[in-house]
């Protein structure tokens, strides 16, 4: 429905929920801020459409991952900020092993010198 | 940039209560808010970029993209949101239905009928091949058999006693055994006499089936042994005749004249084999000079299987000689071993599945018409639907509400199905004549029935409202928002002709089936028996060997019975045979010829019915030469025989066979000879389905042996009411004999109709659903047929206009229809050939490819397709142009 931009990156939906968490580790933050935070932190190239952000935030909530409250920003705007959980901590933490095996599993596969042989 | 990570307070007035709490409208609010803020907090990025207030604007709502679309899929993480959807969808279905009313009882009725009619099937299969049988672990215990190929005289799997003596002492496979031959006895001592299936059982019996007496005890190893006198009753039996009395056991009963005592009462559901109500143990014991054929049952080994089974039998029978020392060849015999539940369902499962094929058909049909209906109702939905994607509606949502609403249809019509389905029971179970369907007292709904019919709603719902779901909302329809009022009909057209089609070819496949196995019916009915069953009354009594000792104390009782019934008012004639044309059993035997000759192959068996003098009358029977028997041919008189007409016109080509002598005996001496008084017709005496078969009648009065003479079936011509005139012949006999108890009794038309029953009942159950079919396909045409005419109506005017008669329109329409059935008649036929054959076995003189039946078929589609046409062709000669075009 949204425009999106060429460059833009799909991401899978256990790797949104993901990065939030670990944005989340920052600090507690609203949507808006948070699609932010990990355009910046990507160097851009990471472009969350808000139909999977706000799906995912609300998602993580209900699995008790983060919570909600009510806070006002600077421009007097009543803002939804969400924070880590205890569980949303633990959570992440699986989370970064499981990546830093598959980063290091796919980092082994196309060091292979077999594989670098035939491309 | 600008980070918005906010300024935290410890607690704002909002997060007092919990998320989980807030109602529905509550959290809509709040992602309203959320947006909002987002949006709110985008555009003053912008701004602070140095973007103009209405650029920034534009473009935080163009990144953000669709709000609608972005609240809807995040709702969807809320959870108990499917609940939600689920009722929303259902009151929008309920209401879009309310809103078309003749749509939604047409579907309904459509549909509900051909649930019904499934479900009715269902119950009647689940009732009697799915439900348990009445034996622990039933499928451990199978059927072993080891004799001859199957023919009228063994029609079950057995095993020569012999046999089975050294079989079950050899087999590891089957943990235990036992064996039981049938056949009613005499009960008598309780209230009227009467004659009980009975089963002749070992006293492993109830062990190796699992089942245990409700009342009393099962039998001990020595049961069977003399001097012991123990009888199990069933429970039918217990309640008719013993008024549920608990304390029957030890009572004494009489049967066969012999005294036993009641040891035990079966469970209600316990009456095998084959209804029995009285279980008398017996000991194996071998007769070197006779053998019998009897089913033996056994029961699985924990781990073993129905394959290792039948190795193990096959092997055992190679082995033993002893084994196979039987009275048949060795190599004639078959070894099986067969699952108890096909020995107790029979052939009718064969049939049964037939049947659920072509309700199935049935239902096929009306799905095809529902989906019709809503392909039309799609027409006039297609612009809200286009209005409804524009607005962000996800496709799969929209799907998902139309199947909502399908299978809300299909639903309400599954419910109507079930009440349908008590009542279409009721139907089937009275269109089967007595004794073609076994266990239906299993036949009721139960869970198991309405587990299926809910089932098959879903399913149904799903199967119809799939195809216009997916094609109402299509991509491409949205550009329809654009067009006019006008809608394109041509793809859905070809859609809902296809649609047609396939009712049509459904709709010939079971009229063929139907045809074929109606006009097979109507053969069996005109088979010439050689015999006249019309206006005949019988019945048959077995007499004890107990009471009547000798072969004179049988037949006088005969002459007497007849002598009586003659004399009864409205009887013209009476008179007795000892075994029916048509009965359960008979006797064949050969002959010698008095000049020396041997009997020519094929004709050394014949019937040989002993009969009185009348039988030839009340049978209908024609004589061809010669003379019937009259009452001087007794015993004392010269022994005469009647031959049938085949074996006589085949022993005497081209001259009567009157005068001359045959024996019945292997060495005949002066007084062995018979001299053939006259011939008679052919008649059929072991299955409709069977050749006439030749025979050889002697006088009743003239048989010496009381074996000939105990089982007698007496006969009588009568204009009078069957009921009446039986009841005056059991009284005849009563009035001699009051402990003899009479069977069978009834017109003959009815025992022979008895024999075609299950014919019968195939032809009846097929009718009634190809009728069910034509039915509903006519509807589809008519549909078809009625919506194009209303969608072309402008195209109509256009040619009335330009000089088009009533009449050519009239063929316009006429030619559509033939258009729309014949291929769905090419195809149906194609389909029938291939599928006709699985009726090959039920066909009796028709094939499956019988012209007649697929050319009168066809015939019978397109002229009610035609009827159904004339309604739609009416209104459209009578489109008045002037209408028509101002409808644009």
């Known amino acids: 429905m949204s425009k999106q931009p060429l460059s833009r990156i799909e991401l899978l939906q256990g790797t949104l929920d993901f990065i939030i968490l670990q944005t989340l580790r920052w600090g507690p933050g609203h949507g808006y801020g948070i699609a932010q935070m990990i355009r910046a932190n990507s160097n851009e190239t990471l472009q969350v459409d808000t139909g999977s952000l706000y799906p995912a935030l609300h998602r993580l909530e209900r699995k008790k991952w983060i919570e909600a409250d009510w806070d006002v920003s600077e421009n007097r705007q009543r803002v939804r900020v969400y924070r880590l959980t205890a569980a949303g901590r633990k959570q992440l933490a699986v989370e970064r092993s499981r990546w830093e095996q598959l980063t290091q599993a796919i980092a082994g596969v196309m060091r292979s010198p077999a594989l670098e042989g035939e491309t | 940039m600008n980070l918005p990570w906010g300024r935290r307070s410890e607690h704002s007035e909002h997060s007092e209560h919990s998320e989980h709490s807030e109602n529905r409208d509550n959290r809509d609010a709040a992602l309203d808010d959320e947006i909002r803020a987002h949006l709110a907090m985008a555009i ?50 309920v209401r879009s239905l309310l809103r078309a009313p003749s749509f939604a009882i047409v579907a309904v009725l459509t549909l509900a009928l051909g649930i019904g009619a499934n479900t009715a099937m269902f119950t009647v299969v689940n009732g009697v091949l799915i439900r348990a049988l009445p034996f622990h672990d039933a499928g451990s215990l199978f059927v072993i058999s080891h004799e001859p190929a199957r023919s009228t005289f063994i029609s079950q799997p057995g095993m020569d006693d012999a046999d089975y003596d050294g079989y079950r002492r050899l087999t590891r496979v089957f943990s235990q055994t036992t064996t039981f031959s049938g056949g009613p006895v005499t009960l008598t001592g309780v209230g009227e006499p009467v004659r009980v299936p009975a089963a002749n059982v070992t006293t492993t019996f109830l062990s190796v089936l699992g089942v245990t007496p409700a009342l009393g005890r099962p039998f001990t190893a020595d049961d069977g042994d003399a001097g012991h006198d123990a009888v199990l009753i069933g429970d039918r039996l217990w309640r008719t005749r013993f008024g549920a009395d608990r304390s029957v056991i030890g009572r004494p009963v009489m049967l066969e004249g012999k005294r036993r005592m009641i040891t035990g009462v079966m469970p209600p559901s316990f009456d095998f084999p084959n209804g029995s109500q009285l279980w008398i143990p017996f000991v194996l014991t071998l007769d070197p000079n006779q053998s019998r054929l009897a089913p033996v049952v056994g029961r699985l080994a924990p781990g073993a299987t129905q394959a290792q089974a039948l190795a193990e039998l096959k092997a055992i029978v190679s082995r033993h000689d002893s084994l196979t020392k039987s009275r048949f060849d060795a190599n004639e015999l078959i070894s099986e071993v067969i699952p108890i539940r096909t020995m107790i369902v029979g052939d009718v ?43 962000g509606a996800d496709r799969w949502r929209l799907i998902r509400q139309l199947l909502t609403e399908s299978t809300l249809v299909a639903v309400v019509a599954g419910m109507l199905g079930v009440a349908f389905a008590m009542v279409g029971v009721r139907v089937l179970l009275s269109l089967a ?104 009354v019988s019945m048959t009594v077995d007499l004890p060997n107990a009471k009547y000792t000798s072969a004179k104390s049988m037949r006088d009782l005969h002459a007497l019975a007849v002598a009586r019934m003659a004399a009864l008012p409205g009887v013209a004639a009476a008179a007795a045979v000892n075994w029916l044309p048509l009965g359960h059993a008979m006797i064949m035997g050969d002959f010698h010829l008095s000049d020396g000759r041997t009997l020519p192959r094929g004709v050394a068996w014949a019937t040989k019915p002993a009969v009185t003098a009348d039988y030839f009358r009340v049978m209908g029977i024609r004589v061809f030469d010669g003379r019937t028997f009259t009452d001087r041919d007794d015993a004392t008189a010269p022994r005469v025989v009647i031959f049938s007409a085949s074996l006589a016109k085949r022993l005497w080509p081209g001259k009567s ?54 089982h007698v079936s007496y006969t009588v011509r009568t204009d009078g009411d069957p009921g009446t005139v039986g009841a005056a012949m059991r009284n005849v006999i009563q009035t001699l004999d009051k402990d003899q108890p009479v069977e069978a009794l009834g017109s003959l038309e009815s025992f022979i109709a008895s024999t075609i029953a299950e014919p019968l009942f195939q032809a009846r159950l097929l009718t009634l659903f190809s009728m069910f079919a034509l039915l509903l396909a006519s509807i589809g045409i008519y549909g078809v047929l009625a919506y194009s005419v209303t969608e072309r109506t402008h195209e109509i005017g256009v040619r009335i206009a330009l000089g088009a008669r ?83």
């Open chain 2, 806 to 888: 009533p009449l050519d329109v009239g063929r316009m329409i006429a030619w559509r229809t033939i258009a729309l059935i014949l291929p769905g008649l090419a195809i149906g036929v194609v389909v029938s050939l291939g599928l006709t054959r699985v009726l090959a076995t039920l066909l009796f003189q028709v094939k499956p490819t019988d012209l007649a039946t697929f050319a009168g078929v066809g015939a019978l589609l397109t002229a009610v397709a035609l009827i159904a046409a004339l309604l739609p062709a009416r209104r459209a000669s009578r489109v008045d142009p002037l209408v028509a075009l101002r409808h644009e």
């Open chain 2, 44 to 93: 003053a990025d912008r701004m602070a970029r140095g973007e103009s207030p209405a650029d920034a604007a534009a473009a935080a709502r163009r990144e953000f993209g669709n709000v609608g679309h972005v609240k809807e899929v995040t709702r969807e993480m809320w959870g108990g949101r499917w609940l939600e959807r689920l009722l929303q969808d259902l009151r929008y279905a």
């Open chain 2, 657 to 710: 066979a009157v005068g001359e002598r045959i024996s019945m005996q292997e060495h005949p001496t002066a007084g062995d000879w018979f001299t053939i008084v006259g011939v008679v017709d052919d008649v059929v005496e072991q299955g409709i389905r069977q050749d006439r078969d030749a025979a050889v009648y002697q006088p009743l009065a003239q048989v010496g042996s009381s074996f000939f003479l105990s």
């Open chain 2, 349 to 391: 499962r064969h049939s049964l599945y037939i049947f659920a094929g072509a309700v199935a058909f049935v239902l096929l049909i009306a799905c095809a018409n529902v989906a019709n209906l809503l392909l039309m109702r799609a027409a006039t939905r297609q612009h809200e639907m286009a209005i409804r994607v524009a607005l």
């Open chain 2, 433 to 536: 004549p007595a004794g073609v369907l076994p266990r239906t007292d299993q036949i009721h709904l139960d869970g198991a029935v309405l587990g299926f019919t809910a089932a098959l709603s879903l399913l149904t719902g799903i199967a119809f409202g799939l195809v216009p779901a997916l094609r109402v909302t299509r991509k491409e329809l949205r550009a329809s928002l654009g067009e006019g009022s006008r809608t394109v009909s041509g793809q859905r057209g070809i859609l809902r002709s296809a649609l047609v089609v396939s009712e049509v070819a459904l709709a010939l496949v079971l009229l063929v089936g139907a045809g074929l196995v109606v006009r097979s019916f109507v053969r069996l009915r005109s088979v010439d028996l050689g015999f006249n069953p019309a206006h005949v």
